[in-house]
């Protein structure tokens, strides 16, 4: 057949794709193919080069770009070219069956996409049955069509609107039972292990969509193959996942338990079979079909749970399945236990309100088992000689037991088993090994802070043991139980005979460099759970700050420890705190001085993160205020660091990431200090910042100068800022995709005029320029960023609920926002139902119904009218997820009455 000059274009820019050794040439080959598919020529070049059955890369970029165009362009072809669109595809899967199985999916779906969007195509699934269900030799690509056609049905790139998608579930519940005798006729009769695979996993997209009837499933026997694989260990790797897969989904199908009774009954006796192969799989160290078998008990128990907790015991809610999923935790591999946690979760949260006494009856000593169990997972190598590495993998999963043990621990109790894992450390016979203790004092510190402040005979033993620990003892025990020291901080808080040597532990691990961060942890725990009590011991604690860079603490545990200190200093005399609050300030003030100093010298600028975020913290934790007319703590402090921050700031201005951290610290210390400062400070910072962002323009001014407004209120400099604002941040959303180029910028701008409209409403709406910001976020309605979309609906509704009284602004003030609303009420309708529609994702419509709600609230029948005219401007052009115009009036009904 004669080739076409886009079919050959193709073949040479696929070739260059894939062949051709310049990176540059596959680069622009991966452009120009990219545009290609997006061009109205693609349908007719991509159906040329399927039927050319060129080399298997061609033909696949062929098929892929068909499935694309269905997807995604569908509305481009006329209604009267579907059918043979639908004939061609069936065609090209039938003589491209044994080029490639990927080639074959892609084809597959283009053809279920294709059957989705096609009304006039009934029963799709029944159509694939009749044509290929006879011949053994289409079998291959039947199973696959059958297994991705259920599953492109959810798929939320298909616009198909809820009236398409319920007659499609509706035509594929009626195909359901054809499916299963198909199935079950195969099933029995296929030898090859990768048509039975695709068997499996077809019966599981199935399940999955749930359209199965689940009691003919289980009166077919359908269910008998799978778990005959899963019973016997020595079948491929590749069948038994699918076989796991299948009975997981059928597992998974089955939350309604009276609807599904056979079903159920036949997977729990199913399930409950597979013991022996469990432990066969141990036996031969086999850790994947552990791990699958595993799936399959955790499912089980996940879709029995509320039997379980309803019924223990008796019936399907045996407590044997508990025993199954403690079978699979006492497996050597954590990855193996892991799978179980989510479980775990889910049992404590329904049995958290349950009568305490039964549940630790019944459901205690599973519990205990577990916890025991989690004690293992979480040793260490025995050979370990080092603290363990916060980063890797298996810290993750301790961080992950260290979370389940605190929401499971309330069905033992706390402290109950805080005593319990001690009693386990103490009683044994020998000495427990290092990483055993080790591995129990992490228990023990994941639920101390829950542990009972009355515990009088335990906890004491405990801390005595851990502050009277030899050098010589290994540094992960050393490394733990220092943390377990922090936890306890409630209990010591209580018993403050403790306290002093508590301190002396702790500042004796400070020295080491392993412990060093950990205890600077601890010792913020206890700064701010014992704060009275530390106050006596503020001076060191100012000393200890001084020399803290010296002793090799992390920076996070320096902020923590910075955090404790300041939150100790709350509870000194007024002159003491603004003494304690100036030294620390001056502390990383003096440093930032010297490095501007260097970077004047050097001409190399130093990051000055540590401190700002060090400045930062202070500010955020001092929360004091000055008493009976006295100076607040903090002003002398924030104007004497002036100056250097502004130095600061001119020197890093062009580094978004600590201009961030530099609007972060100032911040900080507005929101400390107040009113205190307004008339010594505002004008300086809103002018250091509007001048800075017109060079530099970080969101984060924005969202800096939104505070000053929430602090401050009504200011003429704080009017002239928004001007200042105003005019770079429209010519940087103007430009060519600024919107979405800048989703940060449109956040905190609207952030900005939310925080105007709660302060001073009268001013901002009188503001030259407020009419554009308000165009602009009904352009900005339609963004797709989360954040930035939330502040834009925020400030619109902000708009819709405001109420502005004339003696706050003068004759007219309400007349102002009932014009504003006059004006822009409507279009705020219908850019808002137009985001919905086409633009934002569903988890953003909350916000449109809140703005809705406050229209409708303000105006309910300004909201009607304004409702329905955005309904009828929508467009009329009929698709699949257009709706009838009885469904529109009902909507609207809905929405307005």
Known sequence: MSVSQNANNVLQAVNNLYHNPNPADKEKASKWLGEFQRSVFAWETADQLLQLKNEVESTYFAAQTMRTKILFSFRELPAETHESLKESLLNHIE????????????????????????????????????????????????????????????????????????????????????????????????????????????????????????????????????????????????????????????????????????????????????????????????????????????????SLLEMLVNMPGDGLGDLVTLDLLLLCNGHCQYEVAEITFNFWYRLSEMLYSSNEDIVRQVFGPYIERLICSLVRHCQMEPDNDKVLDENNDFSDFRSRVAELVRDVVFLVGPTECFIHLFSMLSSTSPPSTWDVTEATLFIMSSIAKHVKTSEGSVVPQVLQAILSLPSETHIAVRHTSVQLVGELSAWIEKHPDFLDHTLQFLTTALQCQELASVAATALQYLCEVCCQQMAQHYPALLQLMQVSDELKVSADATLGLLKGVVTVLRHLPTQQIKEAITHLCSMQVVVLGQQITDSNNSGQTKDPTIWLDRLATIFRNVNVTSQNGSVHPCKEAIEQMWPVLKSVLEKIKSENRIVERWCRCVRFAVRSAGRSIQSTMLNLISETITHTYLTDPHSCFLYLGSVLVDEYGIDTSLSTMLGSFAEPTFKMLNEKDGLSEHPDTVDDMFRLCSRFLEKCPAHFLSHPACPALLNCALVGLKHEHRDANASVTKFLRNVMECKISNTASGEGGQHIIEQVIESYGGQIVEQSLQACLFHIPTYMYPDVAELWWAIIERNRQAFSTWFMSALKNLPTEATLATATPEQTLQFHAEVTV
């Open 95 to 302: 003589q491209l069956a044994n080029m490639s199985p990927i080639l074959t999916t892609q084809l597959c779906l283009a053809v279920s996409d294709l059957a989705l969007q096609m009304p006039s195509w009934k029963m799709p699934a029944v159509t694939f049955m009749q044509k290929y269900g006879k011949d053994h030799s289409s079998l291959s690509y039947l199973l696959e069509l059958l297994t991705v056609l259920p599953e492109e049905v959810n798929n939320k790139s298909l616009r198909l609107g809820a009236n398409r998608r319920s007659e499609i579930i509706d035509q594929m519940e009626d195909s359901a039972p054809m499916v299963v005798e198909l199935l079950k006729t195969y099933i029995g009769a296929v030898s090859d292990e990768k048509l039975l695979s695709k068997i499996f996993k077809c019966l599981a997209s199935w399940f999955y969509l749930g359209v199965l009837p689940g009691n003919h499933v289980a009166r077919s026997k359908l269910l008998e193959v799978p778990f005959s694989v899963l019973k016997d260990i020595s079948m491929s790797s590749s069948l038994y996942e699918s076989a796991c897969d299948c009975v997981c989904a059928a597992l998974y199908a089955t939350e309604d338990v009276t609807k599904n009774s056979d079903l159920v009954q036949l997977l729990f006796e199913g399930a409950h079979s597979l013991r022996e192969a469990y432990h066969s799989a141990i036996a031969h160290e086999d850790t994947d079909k552990c791990l699958n078998l595993c799936r399959v008990f955790t499912e089980l128990a996940e």
